[in-house]
């Protein structure tokens, strides 16, 4: 079977994905806190509970502008 994308289409699919990635981390001001905070053990959560609040909450936000836009968009 073909490749949906060429060679050519990936690596500009890889390029802007890794530029918002690496934009996203850029953009976080540096501080001596950071420096001097102690590492995380491996015992601790990758995701804390804040982090799954909000992408829960995100999610829930997402699914319902696109029920939305799906079922009542058509009736305007």
């Known amino acids: 079977q073909d490749s949906p994308l060429?060679?050519?289409q990936m690596l500009w699919v890889n390029l802007i994905?890794?530029?918002l990635a690496s934009l996203a981390l850029a953009t976080?001001?540096?501080t001596e806190a950071?420096?001097?905070?102690r590492p995380y053990g491996r015992d601790h959560p990758l995701v804390s509970?804040?982090?799954l609040r909000n992408?829960?909450?995100h999610a829930l936000y997402?699914?319902?502008v696109i029920f939305t836009l799906l079922f009542a968009g058509?009736?305007?």
């Open 74 to 76: 058509q009736w305007r």
């Open 17 to 19: 994905m890794d530029t």
């Open 28 to 30: 976080e001001p540096p």
């Open 6 to 8: 060429k060679a050519v």
């Open 62 to 64: 997402q699914l319902l």
């Open 55 to 57: 992408i829960l909450g």
């Open 49 to 51: 509970g804040t982090m």
């Open 34 to 37: 950071l420096l001097l905070r």
